[in-house]
């Protein structure tokens, strides 16, 4: 069957800097990502040396300020990184994602001296973070959190469990939601806890359908002592600080999907080309043909939609809205995507000889992630309509 090459995804970007910034994203990709992605996500390796390189080429850190070694990059150029790195493998794009929710915290709400302390080796260094708020009984409802800090002198003592963390066991750092008020929301705070604290210690990594080169942890906090220099915040701002982290984390989530999508779509162009039946390429036949179009513009309107969000967040404007629906839209596009592309293959589909089992099982746990789309829904209808009447 001769194979068809994807075609780069014509970006639109808006400076020279930032194209220079794709063309090394890429170069790094087709040599130390992709060719490596399946047979290292079939044997469960976590890449740890690719996000090392990453680190080293600046690449850890894009959208924060160059003065703590961030990349200075708006939101617009730093997702369509992302989503390149997803295409390739999204343990890599995801985990980015996720290492950048992990410094907002402290990039947004630490004090100027927290900054210069560790956002140096947080955003270029080569450190990897993890960001805890969800808990086993605490997920979509997360102001209920049970993990409790409690101060003691000039130190905070965290106790609890955290729950499906990205990076759990392999994380340098952890940027960590806990009790340390009363009930709901007002009773949380945000804490930067280094990943060897003492007490701090990582579950056996789940066993997942998808990505299993990520590794996904419980996090168990055995009165683990963390100076209240690295309180991040105001006590009781903790909650707050995790919505605005994940609202711009809802866009990164949307960007690696995309990235997913593309990928199957890509993959199934390929198949599609080159595989004949009846004479004929079956991308001549009218279903088929048809069905790849609709990828194509599914995912053609999820990058609009992440990009529209992003311009909206670099301007100073509100977003959050748009970042749960561009969440909502590009994750569901990316399970169509993918199930189609399996589609497109027929048996081979089925097959971990073609990497579009692969797409279709990551694409999944995209719709579940930074908050369900579920939970989308209610945030756009909130927007829409005003809070729900009890």
Same mark, same amino acid.
């Given at each position: ?19 220079d ?14 060719p ?11 890449p740890r ?15 924060y300020?160059?003065?703590y070694?961030? =990349?200075?990059q ?13 295409? #390739?493998?999204?343990t ?30 947080? +955003? ?15 997920g979509?409802d997360?102001?209920?959190l049970?993990t409790?800090?409690?101060r ?7 106790t609890g469990?955290?729950?499906?963390i ?13 009790r340390?008020?009363?009930? =709901? ?8 806890v ?8 990582a579950?056996?990594?789940?066993k997942?359908?998808g ?9 168990h ?11 991040? =915040? ?8 995790a ?16 990235g ?22 079956? #991308?001549?036949?009218?279903g088929l ?5 609709d990828?194509?513009t ?6 609009a +939609? ?7 967040r670099d ?21 169509s ?7 497109v293959l ?12 692969r ?32």
């Amino acid at each position: 069957m001769p194979d068809r090459a994807p075609q780069p995804v014509d970006r639109q970007l808006p400076t020279e800097e930032a194209r220079d910034l794709i063309t090394l994203v890429r170069d790094i990709v087709q040599r130390e990502i992709a060719p490596r992605a399946a047979e290292e996500e079939d044997a469960g390796h976590f890449p740890r040396e690719v996000f090392s390189l990453l680190s080293d080429a600046g690449l850890l850190g894009l959208p924060y300020d160059s003065e703590y070694g961030g =990349g200075d990059q708006p939101y617009e150029v730093y997702l369509q990184v992302l989503e390149e790195l997803a295409a #390739a493998r999204l343990t890599v794009g995801l985990g980015v994602s996720v290492h950048s929710l992990s410094c907002h915290a402290l990039a947004g709400y630490g004090t100027k001296e927290q900054q210069a302390e560790h956002l140096p080796a947080m +955003l270029g260094g080569g450190l990897l973070g993890a960001y805890c708020l969800s808990e086993p009984a605490s997920g979509s409802d997360a102001a209920s959190l049970r993990t409790k800090a409690v101060r003691d002198g000039d130190d905070w003592v965290i106790t609890g469990t955290k729950a499906w963390i990205t990076h759990g066991g392999v994380a340098d750092f952890c940027t960590v939601m806990a009790r340390t008020g009363g009930e =709901g929301a007002k009773g949380i705070t945000a804490f930067l806890v280094p990943g060897d604290a003492p007490g701090l210690n990582a579950a056996v990594p789940e066993k997942k359908m998808g990505m299993k080169g990520s590794p996904t942890a419980q996090l168990h906090f055995d009165g683990v002592r963390v100076p209240d220099s690295r309180r991040l =915040g105001e006590e009781g701002q903790g909650f707050a600080i995790a919505l605005s982290a994940l609202d711009s984390g809802r866009l990164g989530i949307a960007a690696c999907a995309i990235g997913v999508a593309q990928a199957a779509l890509d993959e199934a162009l390929a198949y599609a080309t080159g595989r004949r039946q009846f004479g004929r390429p079956i #991308a001549d036949f009218q279903g088929l043909r048809f069905m790849l179009a609709d990828m194509a513009t599914r995912i053609e309107a999820g990058r609009a +939609l992440y990009l529209a969000a992003a311009r909206l967040r670099d301007a100073g404007k509100p977003f959050s809205r748009q970042a749960a629906m561009a969440k909502l839209f590009c994750t569901d596009a990316a399970m169509s995507v993918t199930t189609d592309a399996v589609q497109v293959l027929g048996g081979y589909g089925y097959t971990q000889d073609f990497p579009a089992e692969r797409y279709m099982r990551e694409a999944k746990v995209l719709q579940i992630v930074e908050g369900t789309n579920q939970i989308q829904r209610m945030v756009i209808a909130r927007h829409l309509a005003g809070p729900e009447t009890r």
